[in-house]
């Protein structure tokens, strides 16, 4: 062999096994060029070289707020319920399942950390459960800023197509924070100096007494949104908790009490494409079948979000007595400005017929007398408002809801007659108190409801 040939022979000797490592190395540390087997090299920083992957994979994330009476039930449907279901792989293509949680500890609510997981099944098929991050015992759950450190934490570290969110917890609607658990404490605390309370000092009797200690259907139901700590409830507002969503998520499903009030709903329209919302209390199983959930959102090529809620709610039509108990409307949140429109128009054409409404006669979605949530269409219907100009608002909310029902009757508590598929707070069934409080909703802001 000349000594050409050999020259030759060695050069194309150290270019294969350069190329060799050069893949190699990649193949472990670059995500760009799309790694199969494992998550490492996920925060690897993109060289600015070469074309980055385009992802393909989803990423869900069920936040359980559970320092509250909720604990077991919120416990239950992950730690039993969810890893019975679909799990995704761990490969870098696949979907990504998380779990944050801050639960109580048997029925002690000493402070406990909170954690961040994530679920996914091992070469062998095990479920595996692994923690991302510990936050210190410290930490409030029901709190926007830790729901933002949460999320911003998420898509740093797991880049993807698309992200959504499962949120758990107690619910109160827009109420201000203890405000339906106890009315009546709450009105007397904020009574302007010098003015006696009264409980007729409302438009209807302001109720006495405690959801937590006097309803015979609180182990039942998912009632009052809280983190329970010494010094009392920690509860987020609709603003604290719009704000605490750092980037618009694909779709936001509440399992609580009372999240389909407009005034929940429409702060988050530039939050999240989908929202899922019960706005009637929610049983304490939960509004999901959790062995069912993940392979409605996860597995198949896109979420099958009307599948779910069919299910969902078939699973409780189906059963008997104060069990055949729900209330579920899925959204579609391109549609809400057109609702606000709507409504804008109606509360001033029609004020004083809606200042005048027959309450008893709309239809409500509340126990207890907690006399805060009438169905959104039934208010203007019941105060008279003719069908033609009925018409804008049906329509938005054609337009806006995907899919709605409900049982004929809740918790033998009140029958549901008519059911539009959200809610609102009327005014004349208020006090002067909550009224004050209603104007800095965002929603009272755009459409007027109280001046």
Request: glycine residues 8%; hydrophobic residues 35%.
């Amino acid at each position: 062999m000349s000594h050409k040939s050999i020259f030759m022979t060695i050069v194309r000797a150290v270019v294969v096994m350069t190329a060799g490592l050069w893949l190699s190395s990649c193949e472990k540390k670059d995500p760009n060029i799309g790694i199969t087997s494992s998550e490492e090299g996920v925060s690897y920083k993109y060289p600015g070289n070469r074309i980055g992957m385009q992802e393909t994979r989803n990423v869900l994330l069920f936040y359980e707020c559970g320092f509250n009476s909720l604990y077991s039930d919120l416990s239950r449907n992950m730690e039993d319920e969810l890893t019975k279901g679909y799990i995704p792989g761990g490969g870098r293509h696949e979907n990504v399942l998380l779990v944050f949680s801050k639960f109580a500890k048997n029925g002690s609510y000493k402070d406990v950390p909170s954690y961040l997981r994530r679920l996914f099944k091992d070469s062998e098929g095990n479920v595996v459960s692994d923690t991302l991050k510990v936050f210190p015992e410290s930490t409030v759950a029901s709190s926007g800023k830790t729901m933002s450190e949460v999320l911003s934490f998420v898509r740093s570290t797991f880049p993807a197509k698309g992200y959504s969110m499962v949120y758990s917890s107690h619910g109160s609607g827009w109420l201000p924070t203890g405000y339906y658990n106890n009315p009546s404490e709450y009105e007397r605390k904020h009574q302007p100096v010098g003015k006696k309370f009264s409980k007729a000092s409302g438009y209807l009797e302001i109720p006495e007494g405690s959801m937590d200690k006097d309803d015979p259907y609180a182990w039942m139901v998912r009632s009052i949104g809280q983190d329970v700590m010494g010094t009392g409830s920690v509860e987020m507002s609709t603003t604290e908790f719009s704000e605490g969503i750092p980037f618009k998520l694909d779709f936001l499903l509440f399992d609580m009490c009372f999240s389909g009030g407009i005034e929940v709903v429409y702060p988050l329209r530039e939050k999240a494409d989908y929202l899922g919302v019960s706005p009637a209390e929610v049983l304490a199983q939960g509004t999901f079948d959790y062995t069912k959930i993940t392979t409605f959102l996860l597995k198949g090529q896109s979420p099958d979000l009307t599948g779910l809620f069919k299910d969902s709610f078939d699973r409780y039509d189906r059963q008997s007595g104060d069990y055949r108990s729900s209330t579920v409307t899925l959204l579609n949140t391109k549609g809400l400005d057109e609702v606000a429109a709507a409504c804008s128009t109606l509360l001033s054409k029609y004020s004083e017929a809606i200042s005048n409404a027959p309450i008893s006669e709309i239809q409500g979605y509340f126990r207890m007398n907690r006399h805060y949530f009438y169905d959104l269409e039934d208010i203007f219907v019941k105060s008279g408002v003719p069908d033609e100009d009925l018409v804008p608002l049906r329509n938005a909310l054609q337009n806006s809801i995907v899919y709605k029902a409900a049982t004929p009757w809740f918790i033998s508590s009140f029958q549901i007659k008519t059911y539009s598929g959200l809610s609102m707070y009327l005014p004349k069934a208020g006090t002067k108190i909550l009224n004050t409080e209603y104007k800095n909703e965002s929603w009272n802001k755009d459409v007027g409801l109280v001046k």
